[in-house]
């Protein structure tokens, strides 16, 4: 834990942030800028202790305050009849995703929404779109060549997207940068701003001393890696905000 907090700490130094800003909801839909919540693979498998093979082994703070400032926004959201879109990591058996070893498998119920999130299912305002790849841009792609969540930004005429979800660095950065690829070529419109909330995501944990025990095992030191996560967004034009409110 020591190692950990000096290396978090020399690299918050190397690489800041920055200040931070905050989201007040109501001050951009009052600009005219529709906002729609995107919820990235916030499911059992992932966030419920004792789930799955991805699922954290014990209770893990950060994912706690992931899921729930989740909440918090989705009934935000769902109460103002907001558009959400949630991105759902789902399987089928005997397809695998390498490097990761079976996880969210349909059917497993790894792959359903955390039990703080589950009254989301049947909410009208709730676009839900389930993946079989790390990158919800690319797994929100159809058949012939349309991308659902694209759809959904049209349809909504969503100029701001909120992203929370798991994991920071991988997930999470995968489709924020693809988001923001796309909307510098016109592929998205009218995107404008893609906001990442730092406290509404998170990522897993494993100690590098767990780790060097394992053969072929890379350690992921939780802190380290949503630090690096977070400021990756940033690098790709993304806004991470520290904050979340409708009203000032």
Known sequence: MGSETSALKALKAEMPLGDLESL????EVGR?????????DIVNGFCTVGAGNLAPTEPNDQIATMVEEAAKLAK???????????LLDTHYPGKPEPPYPPHCIIGSGEERLVPALKWLEKDPNLTMRRKDCINGFVGSMEKDGSNAFSDWVKRNEIRVVLVVGIC??????DFVCSTLSARNIGL???LEDVVVYARGCATFDFPVHVARNIKGALAHPQDVLHHIGLYMAKSRGARIVHEVSFDC
Do not use: E, K, Y
């Open 24 to 27: 007040v909801l109501a001050s």
């Open 32 to 40: 005219g800028r529709a906002v729609g919540l995107v919820l990235v």
């Open 76 to 86: 935000m959201f769902s109460a103002r009849n907001w558009p959400i879109f949630a």
């Open 168 to 173: 920071t660095d991988i997930c999470v950065l």
């Open 188 to 190: 998205v419109p009218p």
